[in-house]
């Protein structure tokens, strides 16, 4: 069984479509995070859940939303997408905040 | 703002050779963890340390935490084309709730 699944994997969209990735997470972990990861490969953290509550909200724009059905989904909602946002996005999870961290696959994102 | 900075970004060795890469702030971390990331996968868990001072040893992978917990070093012995990819370190600060990772150094190891 995958610890962090997300999906899509790959996702193409037009500037201004509204998206979804979702992410599961069969850890039972407490915390939930999101990731991004530029061409650079640089991994900036977006938002992270502890038992459904924001811990830390990045200066990311609000077009991007965290929404937690439950302690083992986190998934990212876009509006009106533009071209800075393609990139790969990671979700991930721990049992404690700050604690060892299970990425899953990453969705790339490309807005065209 | 805490910022982690690696060194160097960039590593190209021929396998066998040693290597160290390193993580530095100017910030002290309650934890820092050191991850390898390959490509088209998310980072894996290498090591966390806790403790100022602290070292780990992963088989050929030796990590050090500063004694002010404000650092760390990756050591890798006779490296081998496995240990290609990604390592990226990351440090939590509970007291405001801040996390955040460097920036990495893409290690490739040429057989």
């Known amino acids: 069984d995958t610890a962090v699944s997300q999906t899509p994997k790959y996702l193409v969209t037009q500037m201004g479509n509204d998206k979804s990735i979702k992410c599961e997470q069969n850890l039972g972990h407490d915390t939930m995070y999101w990731y991004k990861q530029d061409s650079k490969k640089f991994l900036k953290i977006m938002f992270s859940y502890n038992n459904k509550e924001l811990i830390i909200n990045e200066t990311v724009p609000n077009r991007f939303s965290p929404k937690s059905p439950d302690k083992a989904h986190l998934n990212l909602h876009i509006n009106s997408l533009e071209l800075g946002d393609s990139a790969v996005y990671f979700c991930?999870?721990?049992?404690?905040?700050?604690?060892?961290?299970?990425f899953g696959p990453g969705t790339r994102l490309t807005v065209l | 703002t805490q910022l982690l900075e690696q060194s160097p970004q960039f590593l190209s060795i021929q396998e066998g050779e040693n290597l160290t890469v390193y993580c530095n702030s100017s910030?002290?971390?309650?934890?820092l963890q050191w991850y390898r990331q390959e490509p088209g996968e998310g980072p894996v868990l290498l090591v966390t340390?806790?403790?100022?001072?602290e070292v780990k040893k992963l088989k050929r992978l030796t990590f050090q935490f500063g004694d002010a917990r404000k650092d760390s070093s990756l050591h890798i012995t006779a490296a081998q084309p496995g240990d290609t990819g990604l390592y990226l370190c990351?440090?939590?600060?509970?007291?405001?709730?801040?996390?955040?990772f460097g920036a990495g150094t893409r290690l490739t190891v040429k057989p």
């Open positions: 991930a999870s721990s049992d404690k905040w700050g604690g060892e961290q299970f």
């Open positions: 910030s002290v971390f309650s934890s």
């Open positions: 990351a440090g939590a600060a509970r007291n405001n709730n801040d996390m955040r």
């Open positions: 340390v806790v403790t100022g001072g």
